[in-house]
């Protein structure tokens, strides 16, 4: 465990040094101080194995039934795919649990967020694009993100957009079913637009997450993707469930972001289940400039707080 580990640890439960401390003293029969702890966390000293092992976050128990294969896809753009997807794959790695993030969008931009190096990737061939276009598998081409392995994008996946082959949509499928057993989730970032990697998207997954913005509903690309959907459910892949609605952006301060959050619990909660919203919070983009999830770089911040609380209705989906 690293200090910053240790640090977000005892930030998402609240505590402070002397409480993480205290928790130590109790649970391993010493007597740590707070300036110790504070040590640990700016990496003055190291962390003994033991304070380490009682820290790390438990491996969870493989799920019995294979990876849950979960798309977060809208039609529309700038809804918060990517930065749910990243923040959703970080929180349940943090949790335990093995997972997989595949950016399936030709604008790499969960890539990007994640500093990994797209240009060098693509040299080596290691992004999605060669797994999808070329004879690898997804494990071939895999890298190690931040407790998590993500496959890869470039702009070059745009290309896969041309297959025209019977049955190119179950390409994506095609290509994750071996490694169900090696991962317990598996989050894929769809692209915008209504092309063949969306609909890839759509025949791989097990659910679905949509992000919307909290605007009124015939502009939040909802329309044209849950008429793809019913498509998808019917000839595609007939178990593909919603798994809810996320309503990002949250401004409670704003009365018309309260008004537009009613609209779209009053539309669609009939047929969806729509999560308690993520709230604006410029800490997803000042995470994101720094390369890192808003858990790792301010897990105190009420957009950490929405996404871990996300990931725990994913974990009991
Ligand atoms: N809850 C939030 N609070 C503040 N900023 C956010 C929030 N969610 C997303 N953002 C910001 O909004 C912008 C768009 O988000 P993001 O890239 O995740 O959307 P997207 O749906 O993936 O977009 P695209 O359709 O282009 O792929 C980013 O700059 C991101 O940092
Ligand atoms: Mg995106």
Redesign the pocket.
């Known amino acids: 465990m690293r200090g910053e580990d240790m640090r977000s640890f005892r930030i998402l439960r609240n505590w402070g040094q002397d409480e993480l401390a205290e928790h130590l003293n109790q649970a391993l029969g010493r007597k740590y101080t707070r300036p110790k702890i504070s040590r640990w966390e700016t990496g003055a000293e190291r962390i003994p194995a033991d304070v380490s092992a009682h820290l790390s976050p438990k491996r969870q128990p493989p799920r019995r039934d294979g990876a849950l294969v979960l798309g977060f896809a809208?039609f529309?753009?700038?809804?918060?795919?990517?930065?749910?997807s990243v923040n959703v794959a970080d929180a349940l790695a943090r949790a335990g649990h093995r997972v997989l993030l595949v950016d399936c969008?030709p604008?790499y931009?969960a890539t990007k967020l994640l500093g990994l190096p797209a240009a060098a990737l693509f040299e080596e061939r290691r992004t999605l694009f060669h797994a999808l276009e070329r004879d690898l598998g997804i494990a071939d081409v895999v890298v190690r993100g931040p407790g998590f392995d993500v496959a890869t994008s470039h702009i070059d996946l745009m290309r896969v957009e041309t297959r025209g082959e019977p049955g190119a949509e179950f390409i994506l499928k095609e290509k994750l079913a071996p490694l169900a057993d090696r991962y317990d989730f598996v989050i894929i970032?769809a692209?915008?637009n209504p092309g063949k990697l969306t609909t890839m998207v759509l025949a791989a997954a097990h659910r679905l997450v949509i992000?919307v913005r909290t605007e009124p509903l015939d502009s939040s690309g909802l329309d044209l993707l849950l008429e793809q959907l019913s498509q998808v459910q019917r000839r595609l892949n007939t178990g593909l469930k919603v798994l809810g609605v996320v309503p990002?952006?949250y401004d409670a301060r704003k009365a018309v972001d309260q008004i537009l959050l009613g609209t779209i619990r009053d539309n669609l909660s009939a047929k969806f289940r729509v999560f308690e919203p993520?709230?604006?919070?410029?800490a997803?983009?000042k995470a994101?400039l720094m390369n890192q999830t808003v858990v790792s770089a301010w897990a105190r911040s009420s957009?950490a707080k929405a996404i871990m609380s996300l990931v725990r209705e994913i974990e009991n989906a």
């Open positions: 809208n529309k753009g700038g809804v918060g795919k990517t930065t749910l969008d604008q931009n970032d692209p915008p992000p990002n952006h993520v709230p604006y919070d410029s997803f983009g994101g957009g």
